[in-house]
């Protein structure tokens, strides 16, 4: 699990720079560029310095390693959560590179909204852009999630289908296969698989995708 001071110095672009090409790493000027971009997209209120809601569905969910004021179980309908997104880093090695969650198009996700306090908005999207935004995977994203008490525009980090680590619909025996295999400097891809079920049955919130993955791994690699 990375701590929120490793993300800050920037130890996830130290694994993806040191996969010496094989990801695209994300310059400063970009990704501050990239940041800017999405302030000026968001929702008149966070414009104004109100607070402002991140939707988690992977390990954002249980190691958000952000300064929040408040989370609560949330739904985001036109995407579903998907091991989709190549990694030979991380979770992964070049030689045997694993696979991350991404929001996908199509169907709907239930996860954790968290909301940040409206004068630390910037500095914890700095923050997260570090830990999410250091390739091209992702797109940030200005939706609508549901909480049980209220509808609120969010910002969800969704699948780029362009990237060419995209690995699409890979069926559920593929997707185990991968997954027991690889391992990385956060440790292994099961770990990560595991850690995400684990939360999420926690919440009360079922993924029978995830746990059929879960259900197709060997024995040993389940255990660890």
């Given amino acids: 699990m990375i701590s929120r001071e490793e993300i800050r110095d920037g130890a996830l672009m130290r694994m993806v720079a040191a996969c010496k090409g094989l990801i695209p790493v994300t310059s400063a000027e970009e990704m501050a560029e990239s940041l800017d971009q999405t302030l000026a997209s968001a929702p008149a209120s966070v414009q104004a310095g109100g607070d402002a809601w991140i939707f988690g569905y ?33 979770r992964g090695t070049p030689q045997h590179p694993g696979l991350v969650l991404g929001l996908d198009r199509g169907g709907s996700c239930r996860g954790v909204a968290f909301r940040i306090a409206g004068p630390q908005v910037r500095e914890e999207l700095a923050i997260l852009w570090r830990r999410e935004m250091v390739s091209d ?47 990385g400097d956060l440790g292994s891809n099961t770990e990560y698989l595991c850690s995400t079920l684990a939360h999420l049955d926690a919440l009360g919130i079922t993924d029978r995708s995830l746990h059929a993955v879960r259900q197709c791994l060997p024995d040993s690699s389940s255990a660890r």
């Fill in 58 to 90: 992977g390990s954002l969910m249980w190691n958000p390693a952000l300064h929040v004021v408040e989370h609560q179980r949330a739904t985001l309908h036109g995407y579903h959560r998907r091991f989709c997104l190549w990694t030979p880093a991380g």
């Fill in 137 to 183: 995977g992702y797109l940030p994203r200005w939706l609508p999630v549901r909480t049980p008490d209220q509808s609120i525009p969010a910002l969800a980090f969704v699948m780029n289908q362009l990237c060419p680590r995209y690995a699409g619909k890979l069926s559920v025996a593929e997707t185990a296969k991968i997954i027991a295999k690889a391992t």
